[in-house]
């Protein structure tokens, strides 16, 4: 079968489409899936440039969707012809993190083989059911964008309607955590580096748009936006670089995400008035299998649908990384086949 692999040492020359041999029958507990879709995330980027080191061969990409061919034996929450979607650690079905997510060793696309090939038979909790009639694309940024905004409000914010959450960028986990505003009520700030794109984010629901090129202190305008008082929860993504602003932009008692560390990965921290504002900074990375099915779920309770700037075929994947990596996306980058 078809898949995309990535010769060691890694960068995008070192992506080949290869025929590696196709994973047969499932066994009892396992099921067989015809993959049909991924989305690029950053992780997936570092891992294709080399940057992450991983085994020479590695089929890439994280997130996969696709359809149930055939289920083994004693699997019953699943039926062939179902729509399915990969989980980012799938080992984790449920409860808090402990040290087995902490490395990414059985993450698809990292530590295992990932989700861009023709097949795959994997356990049957490996995998949620998708969104009802969500093509196969969209059902793909549930995985590691979705999951990540869906547990960063919801599961660790306790997100309510009428909370104010301040949202950094317009990439895939950004307008993910978005749509999730508008799903439940609650208000959402949105910075970006483009006015154009402000404006597709205001169209999408944000209440208050902030250009962070052209206002250096966000984080008081952000303040300005709510009266006084700040933010109840903070979509984090660009670590030591805007923490500070963060931290300025939030209300006292309040919540920072800290998802992303898209300015670099360590740098200066206002401790004293992180403590001060007796802020909640709680790190992350994306969650758990039962956060999935409750993320589905609420999907399916409302309209919304991902926002996927482009999607590639296969075949093209080095150039949806180089596409990723100029910055210019909207929402989410897919690849299908
Ligand atoms: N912890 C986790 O579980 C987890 C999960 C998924 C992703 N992440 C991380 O989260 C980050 C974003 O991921 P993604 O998939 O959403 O990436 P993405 O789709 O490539 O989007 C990145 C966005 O970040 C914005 N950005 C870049 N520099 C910024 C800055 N200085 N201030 C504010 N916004 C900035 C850009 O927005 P504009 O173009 O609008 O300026 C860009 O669209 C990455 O660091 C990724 O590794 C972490």
């Known amino acids: 079968m078809k898949a995309s692999v990535l010769r060691a040492p890694g960068g995008y020359s070192r992506i080949e489409i290869q025929n590696i041999p196709d994973p047969g029958e499932p066994g009892p507990g396992e099921m067989r899936i015809a993959l049909h879709a991924s989305s690029l995330n ?6 294709a440039k080399g940057s992450l080191p991983t085994a020479d061969g590695r089929t890439l990409m994280s997130d996969g969707a696709g359809v149930v061919e055939v289920v083994g034996a004693g699997v019953t929450e699943f039926q062939p012809g179902d729509h399915v979607v990969s989980c980012f650690f799938p080992q984790w079905c449920d409860g808090g993190p402990s040290d087995s997510v902490g490395n990414y060793g059985q993450t698809p696309g990292d530590g295992v083989d990932g989700f861009a090939s023709e097949f795959t038979v994997r356990p049957a909790g490996h995998f949620t059911r998708a969104p009802k009639d969500w093509s196969h694309s969209e059902a793909a940024t549930i995985t590691t964008a979705g999951l990540t905004a869906w547990r960063a ?4 914010g306790h997100l309510k309607a009428g909370d104010t959450v301040l949202i950094l960028g317009t990439g895939g986990v950004s307008l993910a955590a978005l749509q999730i505003c508008c799903m439940m009520g609650a208000k959402a700030i949105v910075t970006s580096s483009s006015d154009e794109k402000l404006g597709r984010a205001r169209a999408l629901g944000a209440t208050h748009c902030v250009n962070y090129r052209n206002n250096a202190a966000w984080g008081a ?7 006084g ?7 984090e993504l660009g670590g030591p670089g805007t923490l500070s602003q963060s931290i300025d932009a939030v209300r006292v008692g309040g919540h920072i995400s800290l998802i992303g ?11 004293a008035r992180l403590m001060g504002k007796q802020v909640r900074l709680q790190g992350l990375v994306v969650g758990n299998r039962r956060q999935q099915q409750e993320y589905v779920a609420a999907l399916e309770g409302s309209d ?18 180089r596409y990723q990596e100029r ?4 929402g989410k980058i897919c690849t299908e086949w």
């Open 42 to 47: 950053y992780h997936d980027l570092l891992i």
């Open 153 to 156: 409000l919801v599961g660790d």
């Open 221 to 227: 305008k952000v303040m300005e936006l709510t009266d």
């Open 229 to 235: 008082r700040g933010v109840d929860h903070v979509i």
């Open 261 to 271: 560390v898209l300015t670099g990965r360590q740098g200066d921290v206002p401790t």
């Open 304 to 321: 919304v649908r991902p926002v996927i700037d482009r999607s590639f075929a296969l075949e093209d994947l080095p150039e949806a990384f």
């Open 327 to 330: 910055g210019s996306h909207f």
